[in-house]
């Protein structure tokens, strides 16, 4: 199961003295931020151990664990009772502080479920199928700009293509400083090659929880 706390950020209020840290000028008027803006530098560090202190202090089966990143939580385990009434608390204890709960961020409890754009199914980590389709969808870059972008979104997916950096070298000698714009065949069939495990190996797992 999971759930998403909406505007976690500006739910965490800065204390006085640290409100000057925060000051910022706009139209000849200094003003300050009284509540944790988003996109300063420790910003995500600080809302993530804030909201993962309150999760410690929510008790949970021994089969259940709670996951976090920032303001999103998964709740996992194999009773989906146990999992939705550790679900409960964890809204429970969070509206309770006037954190911000969203019904259509909650899902689940259920076998699969999407969590940090990654889609969970039975312990296993799969590429969501609508992110597949529109990679295999996708037109051939015509420019370093646009295979740059290309590689990103395969280079976020590389555990599931064996011997990616070996298949994509022909793509990233193209955008070496000073190589000029051509797109080969060997570029062609490099990228086809990478979508093409990219879908062999669509999900990986199960997943286990003490290993690297």
Not at 58 to 64: A, E, K, N, R, T
Request: aromatic residues 10%; hydrophobic residues 35%; charged residues 20%.
């Amino acid at each position: 199961a999971t759930l998403d706390v909406k505007d976690m950020f500006f739910m965490i209020p800065l204390q006085e003295h640290n409100k000057a840290q925060f000051a910022f000028t706009w139209k000849g008027i200094q003003y300050t931020f009284n509540r944790l803006p988003q996109g300063y530098k420790h910003s995500s560090t600080i809302a993530h151990n804030t909201l993962a202190k309150v999760l410690t202090e929510i008790s949970s089966p021994p089969g259940v664990t709670i996951y976090q990143y920032i303001d999103d939580i998964l709740v996992g385990g194999e009773n989906s009772e146990e999992v939705r009434h550790t679900m409960e608390n964890v809204q429970e204890k969070l509206t309770a502080l006037g954190l911000d709960i969203p019904p259509s961020k909650c899902q689940g409890p259920a076998q699969e479920v999407k969590f940090l754009g990654v889609w969970w199914i039975r312990g296993a980590v799969s590429i969501p199928p609508d992110t597949l389709e529109e990679i295999e969808h996708g037109q051939n870059p015509s420019n370093k700009k646009e295979l740059q972008q290309v590689l990103e979104t395969l280079g976020y997916w590389r555990k599931h293509i064996p011997g990616f950096s070996i298949i994509a070298r022909p793509l990233y000698n193209l955008l070496r400083k000073g190589k000029s714009w051509e797109w080969t065949k060997q570029h062609e069939t490099a990228l086809e090659l990478l979508i093409r495990e990219l879908r062999l190996f669509q999900q990986l797992g199960p997943l286990h929880p003490t290993d690297p």
